[in-house]
């Protein structure tokens, strides 16, 4: 599984009414595969592949980490703590993201 399904399956979990009146970038930066980033605006959820400008907070992976987590295979905290996941910028936005996109 690529990364680009893997966030797009990310997408299809979206839970928009957790996304209403948000304005918030997540990048992605995924070590051993593409970089994407998600623009979270009024309850909408576009992917787009890349860096972004103005990211909120940055979450830094490697794929298999980033599958474990959209699937529930791997809880977030616990890859933060074993430092599989590093996250840069406001951290309790990394937080949000299991409310906006629930497993």
């Not at 979270?40 to 992917?47: A, E, L, M, S």
């Not at 980490?65 to 809880?75: H, P, V």
Request: hydrophobic share 45%; glycine share 10%; charged share 20%.
């Amino acid at each position: 599984m690529s990364v680009a399904d893997i966030i797009n399956t990310m997408q299809s979990k979206f839970n928009a009414s957790a996304a209403a009146g948000l304005d918030l970038v997540f990048q992605f930066n995924i070590e051993d595969g593409e970089n994407h980033y998600l623009v979270i605006k009024d309850g909408t959820c576009d992917v787009q592949q890349g860096d972004a400008d103005n990211a909120s907070v940055t979450l830094i992976m490697d794929s298999e980490t980033l599958k474990g987590i959209t699937s529930g295979e791997t809880d977030g905290m616990q890859a933060f703590m074993a430092g599989k996941l590093r996250a840069e910028g406001d951290m309790m936005l990394a937080m949000k993201l299991g409310e906006l996109f629930p497993v």
